[in-house]
């Protein structure tokens, strides 16, 4: 059984800043690309940023110079720092992975953590 457990949500004022944490845990040979979505009342999951294993990088224009991700290989932990938040960040934040089980490459998700940011 794989698991992601995501850690760090929370209520923030606008230009203030949070960091969100996400653990694998379970039986795996490997993570492969790792990263965090996010999705606003009644819209679809969106990207917010990806890692890859050798840690190349990927980012949400909207995010772009204001949020970080990096990720621990030996841990299996990804982080996303969120600075200079906006009342436009609130949404539920998703953590996503991407094991390497028995031969077969799984997609896996976190239940979500909710981030809000007040105006």
């Known amino acids: 059984q794989v698991q992601l457990v995501e850690s760090g949500g929370g209520l923030v004022q606008a230009g203030g800043s949070l960091r969100l944490s996400c653990a694998a845990s379970g039986s795996f040979s490997s993570v492969n690309a790792m990263g965090w979505y996010r999705r606003f009342p009644g819209k679809q999951r969106e990207l917010v940023a990806t890692?890859?294993?050798?840690?190349?990088?990927n980012y949400a224009d909207s995010v772009t110079g204001r949020f970080t991700i990096s990720r621990d290989n030996a841990k299996n932990t990804v982080t996303l720092q969120m600075n200079s938040l906006k009342p436009e960040d609130t949404a539920v934040y998703y953590c996503?992975?991407?094991?390497?089980?028995?031969?077969?490459?799984?997609?896996?998700w976190g239940p979500g953590t909710q981030v809000t940011v007040s105006s």
């Open positions: 996503n992975a991407v094991f390497r089980i028995v031969g077969l490459t799984v997609n896996y």
């Open positions: 890692i890859t294993s050798i840690g190349n990088t």
